[in-house]
């Protein structure tokens, strides 16, 4: 008899819309073509073939990268984005706190200073 494995945490699973891509690949990979399709087309004319298609490469990777790239369930922008929020944060938090009874001793001083 076949099993099949179903996964225990569904929240993981993404749903296919077209060429079992999600909608997100689709977008990606419709940017990245439409970027580097008449880059290619274009420095073609000018350059050899190999090298305008290293030209093509170089311009459409960063691109699906960006779409395919997930880790911990963060796509790259997320990631990138609490990458730099750390970096940007001190390393050394300090604890401070505030005495109640001072800001209470500062409360009163500062009514009886009213008077």
């Not at 580097?36 to 030209?55: Q, T």
């Not at 699906?64 to 911990?72: M, Q």
């Given at each position: 008899?076949?099993?099949?494995?179903?996964?225990?945490?569904?929240?993981?699973?993404?749903?296919?819309v077209a060429l079992n891509l999600t909608k997100?690949?689709?977008?990606?990979?419709?940017?990245?073509?439409?970027?580097?399709?008449?880059?290619?087309?274009?420095?073609?004319?000018?350059?050899?073939?190999?090298?305008?298609?290293?030209?093509?490469?170089?311009?459409?990777?960063?691109?699906?990268?960006?779409?395919?790239?997930?880790?911990?369930?963060?796509?790259?922008?997320?990631?990138?984005?609490?990458?730099?929020?750390?970096?940007?944060?001190?390393?050394?938090?300090?604890?401070?706190?505030?005495?109640?009874?001072?800001?209470?001793?500062?409360?009163?001083?500062?009514?009886?200073?009213?008077?």
């Amino acid at each position: 008899m076949a099993y099949v494995n179903v996964p225990k945490d569904l929240t993981k699973v993404k749903t296919k819309v077209a060429l079992n891509l999600t909608k997100r690949q689709l977008i990606g990979f419709t940017i990245a073509g439409v970027i580097g399709f008449p880059i290619y087309m274009l420095s073609r004319k000018n350059l050899p073939n190999d090298i305008s298609m290293l030209i093509m490469i170089g311009v459409a990777f960063p691109i699906i990268f960006t779409t395919l790239y997930e880790k911990d369930g963060l796509y790259f922008e997320k990631y990138l984005k609490y990458m730099i929020e750390k970096k940007t944060q001190p390393s050394i938090r300090l604890y401070k706190t505030d005495c109640i009874y001072d800001i209470e001793r500062k409360i009163s001083k500062m009514k009886e200073g009213r008077k």
